[in-house]
């Protein structure tokens, strides 16, 4: 079936089955290979995307399920209208490359799009709360300690 989905601000028009996750769709249909398929089972994080703003794990919603929805995945950050925005790049794309928050890379999409979520959520965040809101992203290289750095570097400059 042909389904419309507004990714990044654009219309795409992509042929599915039913039964497509969003990751799937995004990753094998519309050719956005920059959210990344981990564990595929909602575990690790990887594949988290912003849905009308909020933090989802791809691989657990079906893409027929987001027709109406605004859908933004890593590659639809950077030259963004977001203010704080610095050669480029979205503020925590930016403070992932400042704080090098990113080891092998694999999780860093997903790490940053929950990053981003969770800003947009407006709460006071201390480094212990940051910790807490991003344990559903896993980073197998223990890049922990840098990406709360880099997130926390945002929230200060958000303050």
């Known amino acids: 079936m042909r389904y419309s989905l507004r990714i990044n601000g654009a219309l795409r028009e992509v042929d599915l ?3 497509t996750t969003l990751l799937d769709a995004l990753r094998e249909h519309a050719g956005l290979t920059g959210t990344k398929k981990g564990c595929d089972r909602g575990q690790c994080g990887a594949c988290t995307v912003l849905i009308n703003g909020r933090r989802v794990l791809s691989c657990l ?3 027929m399920m987001h027709g109406g929805d605004e859908i933004t995945t890593i590659e639809g950050l950077a030259g ?3 203010p704080g925005s610095k050669d480029g790049l979205h503020p925590v794309q930016a403070a ?3 704080h090098d928050a ?3 890379g694999f999780c860093t999409s997903g790490q940053i ?5 969770l800003l947009a959520e407006g709460r006071t965040l201390d480094r212990d709360t ?3 809101r991003m344990s559903g992203n896993i980073c197998r290289c223990g890049a922990y300690p840098n990406i709360v750095d880099a997130i ?3 929230a200060e400059a958000r303050a």
Do not use: D, H, K, N
């Open 80 to 82: 963004g209208p977001e």
């Open 61 to 63: 919603t079906l893409a």
């Open 152 to 154: 926390a570097s945002v």
């Open 130 to 132: 940051i910790r807490e």
């Open 102 to 104: 990113f080891q092998c």
């Open 96 to 98: 992932f490359v400042e």
């Open 17 to 19: 089955v039913a039964e």
């Open 113 to 117: 799009m929950s990053a981003v979520g």
